[in-house]
């Protein structure tokens, strides 16, 4: 079993900065990949950003390529999003997902998520 627990999230003004933190229970952080998807208002849940378990390897959406950047520190259990530049259309809760073996795009190959937290983006 994996718990995660999203913090960070909050209203910001675009071109603002914001850093999300996952932490995850469990001592098997490391056997996952970890994914930040998002739900806007009236939209589906979709990907944004997803880093392998060891951290060398990553990937992001195109509309926040450039602008945000996923990371992890294994020894805190704990994936981070890094969000600069931000604007409203990035207002969503964001949530982290823990997939084992890997990442990936879908939702649904997901094992594990957390609650979400809301990010605001005011223009």
């Known amino acids: 079993q994996v718990q995660l627990v999203e913090s960070g999230g909050g209203l910001v003004q675009a071109g603002d900065s914001l850093r999300l933190a996952c932490a995850a229970s469990g001592r098997t952080f490391m056997s996952y990949g970890m994914g930040w998807f998002r739900q806007g208002p009236g939209k589906e849940r979709e990907f944004v950003a997803g880093i392998w378990w060891s951290g060398d390897t990553t990937s992001y959406a195109e509309s926040v390529k450039g602008r945000f950047t996923i990371s992890r520190d294994n020894a805190k259990n704990t994936v981070y999003l890094q969000m600069n530049s931000l604007k409203p259309e990035d207002t969503a809760v964001y949530y982290c997902?823990?997939?084992?073996?890997?990442?990936?795009?879908?939702?649904?190959?997901?094992?594990?998520w957390g609650q979400g937290t809301q990010v605001t983006v005011s223009s």
């Open positions: 997902a823990a997939k084992y073996g890997g990442w990936a795009p879908s939702s649904y190959e997901y094992d594990y």
